[in-house]
């Protein structure tokens, strides 16, 4: 049987980063906000109102599409996307139809280079809450429009996907450079980035596309994966039992672990779209787009690189470190200030990322000097960290109101381990019998009673007296 | 070119607006007339004029981002045919599945 290859493009909605909505003066809500308190006569739709575009959520999507290397063309409108459906109560969606904000742009993840269709902006739809009685099919619909008339914007990029891997690195990808660029806080599980691939599969070595199918419901980067291998297994059964893929949206349910057909008869695909005739169209003043471009900072894929060039990071580490400007930037200053360069990676990516918790460049510098330099331990370092970001005192004060420093002299610990060597007969006989781990027992009994102790120094110790 | 009942039928279904037995053929007329005048506007040359979604001369006008207040959640239910803890209400909106 010949292979099937994967194809993926993904359409990903991401919240530009703006106080108030698209097209109205409501303040964007947070998600626990109580139903129907951030709305207004605009968003609502009510008759004799008009929208007005919010310059915030223009300059987003402009800087989205130059970090994506999208042209950005002279003349550009909002259309009206004609559905009836609550979630709406205008009875149309605002959105970009035939001249989006921006087009033909490119990212590129792990060396493959991903097209970038569009970049468009458009206002983002009420939430509803289905409730209801299965026996007695009583079922009603409750609305809530704190979200509706929120600002989207719509990337779609082009099927150069080939995998769920490479789906999933594509939007953590466009989430670093989004946020990097600071266009959305993208966070998957506030809404602020959903991505919907549309997924097909043909054979290897044909060119023509499969029949799609888009999926929907995926909140977080782990779903989005396993959506697309689910999705990805159900048509290839299809087509290899004779079946044929029905071009459809499908969710993804997290707790089935499976994705489910959500055609509905009524909803046709059938837009009408128009030319907004409430909103005058747009000829983006190109002096303001060079200055936002000029105005961009350094992307991540260019940082990464240049971590790994010019401090000599992993791969890895420049990935973790580049993946968050705050972090990045952090390093950066931190080894601008002497900071040692490598232990300082390991250090911001063990201590720092896996926490959120930022200190000062200047004291991180300090710290990693004195940890360099073997005066204190990591475990003291690491209390001194989090002391120094909660108190905001230099780490050198707190490291010496503790007292805190490493021993490294042998005989300043002998006498500390024999203690332990004696207190500790089933371990050492432990050890004694091929049980290697027993060791580390006897290590953190040691470090117990010695805190100040380089562990290496001890565990040598150690290893030594055991004989 | 007319419309036939099946088109008007399926414009009304996209407006959820409810014809009576026989309004479809009112309405076809009524329709294939509007589609008729705008055929003739289709023989007009346009070839030179640039197209045009917009009849008022106002390009880029942009809002600075700045929220302003809402309406009450009693407001922004005022007029709501049905609501229930703070939610607009509306008849069995059902996803298939």
């Known amino acids: ?467 | 070119m007319p419309l036939s009942k099946d088109e008007v039928r399926h414009v009304a279904m996209l407006a959820r607006l409810g014809l009576e037995p026989g309004e479809e053929d009112f309405y076809a007329g009524q329709l294939s007339g509007i589609l008729e005048h705008i055929d003739r506007l289709q023989q007009l040359d346009t070839e030179d004029i640039p197209p045009t979604a917009q009849v008022v001369e106002i390009a880029s006008r942009l809002r600075e981002d700045e929220p302003r207040p809402c309406l009450s959640q009693e407001e922004a239910l005022a007029n709501a045919p049905a609501a229930v803890d703070g939610f607009f209400r509306v008849p069995s909106i059902q996803e298939e599945t």
């Open chain 1, 1 to 467: 049987m010949a292979d099937w290859e994967t194809v993926i493009g993904m359409e990903v909605h991401v919240q530009p980063k703006t106080r108030s909505k698209m097209f109205c003066g409501c303040s964007v809500a947070d998600v626990n906000e109580p139903p129907n308190t951030h709305v207004c006569e605009i968003c609502l739709g009510l008759p004799g109102t008009l929208p007005a575009i919010n310059r915030a959520a223009v300059e987003a999507c402009i800087k989205t599409a130059l970090a994506l290397r999208c042209e950005i063309p002279r003349h550009t409108k909002f259309d009206r996307k004609n559905y009836m459906y609550p979630d709406l109560p205008k009875g149309y969606q605002i959105s970009q139809y035939d001249l989006p904000m921006s087009v033909n742009g490119l990212l590129e993840v792990d060396g493959r280079k991903v097209r970038i269709r569009r970049v468009h902006l458009e206002e983002d739809t009420g939430k509803l809450v289905h409730a209801g009685d299965k026996l007695h099919k009583a079922w009603e619909s409750y609305v809530d429009l704190n979200r509706a008339g929120v600002p989207l914007m719509e990337i779609v990029s082009e099927p150069d996907l080939r995998s769920a891997d490479e789906a999933r690195d594509y939007a953590i990808e466009l989430r670093t450079v989004l946020r990097a660029i600071g266009a959305s806080e993208a966070d998957m599980e506030k809404g602020q980035l959903r991505a919907e691939p549309n997924v097909s599969i043909r054979r290897a070595g044909t060119d023509a596309l499969g029949v799609k199918t888009e999926l929907k419901n995926i909140n977080s980067f782990r779903a989005l994966h396993r959506a697309i291998l689910y999705e990805v297994d159900r048509q290839q059964k299809l087509l290899e039992t004779g079946g044929t893929v029905v071009q459809e949206t499908r969710g993804w349910s997290e707790d089935e672990e499976r994705t489910f057909s959500q055609r509905s008869k009524e909803f046709a695909e059938d837009y009408r779209y128009f030319p907004e005739p409430d909103l005058p169209p747009l000829e983006l003043d190109r002096a303001w787009i060079e200055e936002l471009r000029a105005a961009l900072p350094e992307l991540p894929a260019i940082r990464r690189a240049r971590l790994v060039s010019q401090h000599g990071l992993t791969a890895g580490q420049a990935a973790i470190i580049s993946a968050d400007r705050d972090l990045a930037d952090l390093y950066e200053t931190a080894v601008m200030q002497g900071a040692p360069p490598l232990p300082t990676a390991n250090w911001i990516v063990n201590e720092v990322a896996p926490t959120g918790k930022l200190l000062d460049p200047a004291y991180l510098a300090e710290l990693m000097t004195m940890l360099q330099a073997k005066d204190i331990t990591r475990d003291q370092a690491r209390e001194a960290y989090f002391e120094s970001v909660e108190t905001g005192r230099t780490p050198a004060e707190i490291v010496a109101e503790h007292g805190y420093r490493q021993v490294s002299d042998e005989s300043e610990l002998r006498v500390i381990a024999e203690a332990v060597i004696d207190a500790n007969p089933k371990a050492v006989a432990d050890y004694r019998n091929g049980k290697t781990q027993a060791l580390n027992a006897l290590l953190n009994e040691l470090r117990k009673k010695a805190p100040q102790a380089n562990p290496k120094v001890a565990r040598e110790l150690l290893l030594k007296l055991l004989g």
